[in-house]
């Protein structure tokens, strides 16, 4: 039995949809944005022809970045930390931020 490549197969394709998919449900039940708002960010996110799951991280990204909780500058230089701090971790070991300062 396969899984269906679809987002409505009733499984991910990847961790980080399940992850996105979790944080996004936590962050409505939080209050941070109602989900009748939230499924017409994502709706106008598809609507352009982004992926589903790349659609849904832009909308959240647009969302949260509109409530001054996550600016897109902000989000592109931790991202960058985590990816320099990935870099400078030896493998098999933890990734953790603090090592993004180790990268020459």
Same mark, same amino acid.
């Given at each position: 039995?396969? !899984?269906?490549?679809?987002?409505?197969? *009733?499984?991910?394709?990847?961790? =980080?949809?399940?992850?996105?998919?979790?944080?996004?449900?936590? %962050?409505? $039940?939080?209050?941070?944005?109602?989900?009748?708002? =939230? !499924?017409? &960010? %994502?709706? &106008?996110? /598809?609507?352009?022809?982004? $992926?589903?799951? $790349? #659609?849904? %991280?832009?909308?959240?990204?647009?969302?949260? &970045?509109?409530? *001054?909780?996550?600016?897109?500058?902000?989000?592109? +230089?931790?991202?960058?930390?985590?990816?320099? #701090?990935?870099?400078?971790?030896?493998?098999? @070991?933890? /990734?953790? %931020?603090?090592? +993004?300062? @180790?990268?020459?």
């Amino acid at each position: 039995m396969s !899984t269906p490549d679809t987002p409505f197969g *009733g499984a991910f394709q990847a961790p =980080w949809q399940a992850q996105l998919f979790g944080l996004t449900v936590a %962050l409505s $039940d939080a209050g941070v944005f109602s989900w009748p708002l =939230w !499924t017409e &960010a %994502l709706g &106008a996110k /598809i609507a352009e022809g982004f $992926d589903y799951w $790349d #659609a849904w %991280l832009m909308a959240l990204e647009a969302m949260l &970045a509109e409530r *001054g909780l996550a600016l897109p500058d902000e989000v592109t +230089a931790l991202a960058h930390r985590w990816e320099d #701090a990935a870099h400078a971790t030896p493998h098999g @070991q933890p /990734i953790r %931020l603090e090592n +993004a300062s @180790q990268l020459g």
